[in-house]
């Protein structure tokens, strides 16, 4: 073999080994794509397992067993969150119409969409906005502790 054959085959060697390794790459890339994304939908299984369950365990109404403590839980979180959300709605300055459910500007009296008085006027609603926010506390620990379940007691 001639040095240049030598040269030429070794060239060919390195080229086929670098396809080879990034074929591997890409095969080892596609696998742990195609691996996150069935593990994505397993969540998603898991999420609408829980939605469905949660709804069948607060029908039922059950207390103080695991799974009810953690429906509560459930509960209390979104609580917090629909707060948290009206939080940023009156940092926007957004209120929703009671009419139509729009978010309109709290700027207006009547809903630009429908024309329905939106509730207070902007200047009481700001001089309410302590006495507010206490109620709305009170409201957020009702329903924490009582449960949306006794409504579904009644029925049982
Ligand atoms: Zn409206």
Known sequence: MSVFDD???????FTENVAKKSSVAIETQKLKMKKSSLESDMRDCYIALGRLYEKRLTAQGEK??????????LAQLRASV????EDLRKQKGVVTCPSCGR??????EFCPKCGAPLKEKASSREEK???????????????GSGGPDESHNIGQ
């Not at 629909?82 to 959300?85: E, F, L, V, W, Y």
């Not at 978010?103 to 207006?108: H, I, M, N």
């Open 129 to 143: 906005g302590e006495e507010k926010s206490r109620e709305t506390q009170d409201e957020e620990k009702q329903t």
């Open 82 to 85: 629909s707060q948290i959300q």
């Open 103 to 108: 978010d309109v500007s709290k700027a207006y």
């Open 7 to 13: 040269l030429k085959k070794n060239v060919t060697d």
């Open 64 to 73: 103080g067993t695991e799974e009810s403590r953690i429906v509560e839980q």
